[in-house]
């Protein structure tokens, strides 16, 4: 918790400068966002019986998915950050691993294409829908 008020102070000091508070704002995402839903992810998919691990990085999360008892990669998805004109959004980078082998990689926004939004707009929700949506791809949807 003090770890949160120091950060609290630090973003509202004048004297920092845009990037440092952008900087900020991100890992503070990582942190309350998307590790959890990552590590939400992989907790079930541990119960559904493969092997997954969290790994979090200063400018990234990620989480990879092995199947066959941890032998075969089947999706590493990871949470990183875009630099826009206004800030900081994150991204899903994607290596999907196909059942026939075939590995794509995809690289999206959380949000649809085009459309105006925030860090502050990006939601546990809408990292749990965008790795279902990769997820599918491993089995041919």
């Known amino acids: 918790m003090w770890k949160k008020e120091l950060e609290n102070i630090f973003l509202s000091d004048s004297q920092a400068s845009r990037a440092e508070r952008e900087n900020a704002r991100f890992a503070q995402f990582l942190r309350e966002v998307a590790t959890p839903a990552l590590q939400d992810i992989a907790e079930e998919m541990r119960r559904l019986g493969r092997v997954a691990n969290v790994r979090e990085a200063p400018a990234s999360t990620i989480l990879t998915i092995y199947r066959n008892n941890g032998n075969i990669e089947e999706i590493c ?14 991204r899903a980078n994607v290596r999907v691993v196909r059942t026939n082998s075939r590995t794509t990689t995809h690289d999206e926004p959380f949000k649809n294409e085009g459309e105006k939004y925030s860090i502050d707009d990006v939601v546990y929700d809408d990292v749990i829908r965008s790795f279902l949506k990769f997820y599918k791809m491993t089995k041919g949807q």
């Open 77 to 90: 998805y990871s949470v990183t950050r875009q630099f826009v004109n206004d800030g900081i959004l994150p």
